[in-house]
């Protein structure tokens, strides 16, 4: 399996480098890809994304999708974002 875990890795750093710089409700709907069942609350809080959990729940999705060859996630365009609330004042 090296050839395979060699794709696998080449999988994982194109992840890394497709969220680099995404912040906020850009990096929410590449998690959506991911997961379409998350809870916006769990990553938007009091107005603030926690972009940092966001990456790292998108890596670890990621790895586990690519160690169990499930299929590729959604494309990025067909991910539907849910209404995202206004920051509190």
Do not use: C, N
Request: no cysteine; charged share 30%.
């Amino acid at each position: 399996r090296p050839a395979a875990a060699m794709e696998d890795l080449d999988d994982l750093r194109a992840v890394r480098e497709a969220i680099k710089g995404k912040r906020g409700p850009e990096l929410f709907r590449e998690l959506l890809r991911h997961h379409p069942l998350l809870s916006l609350d769990d990553y938007y809080k009091h107005g603030v994304w926690q972009d940092d959990t966001m990456r790292l729940d998108i890596q670890i999705l990621a790895a586990h999708r690519l160690e169990a060859g499930a299929p590729d996630p959604t494309p990025l365009s067909e991910v539907k974002m849910p209404d995202i609330p206004p920051p509190p004042p």
